[in-house]
């Protein structure tokens, strides 16, 4: 009897830290995922909104005109 209630005893302590376990991974997930969107653009596309970015700066150097400029924007934005 003693034995039986070992096994269980020691099973409910892997539940419980597999249980801890998926509640700090997700807790890390959802941080990860807020701090990625608040670093990025407002609608959360960061690498877009960086690509918009250089390509303002390329415009503003004169590397690319006005009408390759807004190609390349609406591209970005569709």
Do not use: C, K, Y
């Amino acid at each position: 009897m003693m034995g039986q209630m070992m096994g269980g005893g020691a099973m409910m302590v892997i539940l419980w830290l597999l249980l801890v376990a998926v509640l700090v991974l997700g807790v890390v997930f959802l941080v990860r995922a807020l701090t990625e969107r608040a670093n990025g653009a407002p609608g959360g596309g960061g690498s877009d909104w960086a690509a918009l970015r250089i390509l303002e700066e390329r415009h503003a150097r004169g590397e690319i005109d006005r009408d390759e400029f807004e190609e390349r924007r609406r591209t970005l934005r569709s």
